[in-house]
């Protein structure tokens, strides 16, 4: 896989989640050598309490600068004032306007909320630039610590077409971070075949897998020689398998969709689920029609 050239690119909002996905993308534009660029969109409407003054444009973006102030501090508290930064503020609707400002990155970097609203702000934010962007997503949750590494990189597949863009970004990331790389394949069949039939579908399913991994793993091995990878091929629900495996997991990497996923511009089911309960970093990966739909759309 040839990386797109371009800044790392972090969605801030004035949050601590904000300044987390700041700090995360920090960390990667340094080590890609590359700029970094922090964007915050203004909000096309503001709610009107009694009593209260009205919010002014000018008030929204004074506030707006100041949130980006705080995203540059936090930036060069981790990075010792060495990176390039850019610190864009737009307005608009939110993901319109971010994924404007993402069409030459990289990266894109936004940060998964630790909230009972967070299924509703996945689905709005990190969900919907995960199906949409050209370059790969990292969603960073509320666990990941800047000062803290495990030096393995987990990549979930499942057989689809997502498979080897995948598998080409886990390989990177791994050789990258002198990082061990786990390849994921899990499957079980529906809970209403029987045990006898289950059985047979399960070796039947373990051996195709496990020969077609070794394939894909081997080409790739040859250019990345150093990375040690390991195959694990649970009998268990895809969700499931991939949770465990992130808890001590620099970055889990996923396709943008897998079997089933509908064709183009969205996110399949497993990897919408690893957005919120994934114990570590999740990139999601565009396979390369989707990416250019994104493009075609954007």
Known sequence: MIRRSGPVVAAVDGTGDGLRAAR???????????????VHVLHETVAWVPALPAFTYESLRTTGLEILDEAVDAVDDVTGGVLHVEAVLTRGPRVPALLDRMRDASLVVVATRPS????????????????????????VPETWRPSVGQHRVVAGVDGSEATEPVLDAAFEEAAERDAALTVVHAWRPSSSVDPTTAALAEARWRENADAELERLVEVRHAAYPDVKVHLWLPHEWPADALVEASADADLLVVGRRGHGGLLGLSLGGTSRSLLRVSRCPVAVVPDPLGADLAARAG
């Open 24 to 38: 995360y993308a920090a960390q990667e534009a340094l080590r890609r050598r590359s700029g970094l660029r922090l």
């Open 116 to 139: 009972t609203v967070k299924r509703v702000l996945t689905g709005s934010t990190s969900v919907a630039l995960s199906a949409r962007s050209r370059c790969p997503v990292v969603c």
